[in-house]
């Protein structure tokens, strides 16, 4: 799982594990790495590091349309790893979630499995204001990722019902509480891209997000 995890940390190799114009292969390699990151949890949890291929592996075009393929799951599969006993389970998952966000088209910048967020957050003023623009936060040194509407729907169909609810309580401040401030982080983030547009702002709206995060 580690050659995995430093394999895909650059483009060539994470489009390789897609296997991207292999035509009716594409996304089988993905969907087994998918498959075993989501079927072992114990002790030693030697699969863990999967996860960080599949953050990787959004990072590039053909990710984000194999992780977002309509009926596939792949988002609502993952989304209980976001309670996941183990920090690093926890945090493939709201990174996986967060480089769904990114917009290949309008923004090249995106984040590995090493690098850092790269702007400060102002989640609750824009989503109490209920914000239908661009939100205030700015990229130090470049332009700020943004979620397309193609993949803001995707996201949203693929997702289900829990999404928000899921996507949420790390940054509530309500138990069970987040201890990994990366993991918050990179939840806060894909929640900053979703409320980006209209769409996206009105169902966080309406799943209690502005109450949500003044808690938090």
């Known amino acids: 799982s580690m050659v995995l995890s430093n394999v895909t940390t650059v483009d060539k190799g994470a489009q390789r594990l897609c296997q991207e114009n292999e035509g009716t292969k594409e996304g089988l390699w993905l969907a087994h790495v998918l498959s075993l990151f989501l079927s072992e949890q114990n002790d030693s949890d030697e699969l863990a590091h999967l996860g960080n291929a599949l953050y990787n592996v959004c990072r590039t075009t053909v990710g984000r349309k194999l992780l977002l393929a309509p009926g596939t799951g792949y988002v609502r599969a993952l989304l209980p790893q976001l309670k996941a006993e183990l ?115 009105g169902q966080l709206w309406a799943a209690g997000a502005p109450e949500l995060l003044r808690s938090g």
């Open 87 to 201: 920090p690093d389970r926890r945090l493939a998952a709201a990174e996986t979630i967060r480089n769904c966000c990114l917009d290949k088209e309008r923004c090249e910048h995106s984040w590995t499995s090493q690098a850092l967020a790269p702007w400060s957050l102002g989640l609750e003023l824009d989503l109490i204001g209920y914000a239908d623009t661009a939100l205030c936060a700015k990229v130090r040194g470049g332009e700020q990722p943004r979620l397309s509407q193609v993949s803001l729907s995707l996201l949203l169909n693929e997702a289900g019902p829990d999404f928000f609810p899921s996507l949420l309580q790390p940054i509530s401040g309500k138990d069970p509480f987040e201890p990994d401030s990366r993991v918050r982080q990179a939840v806060a983030e894909a929640v900053e891209m979703i409320a980006g547009h209209s769409e996206g702002c």
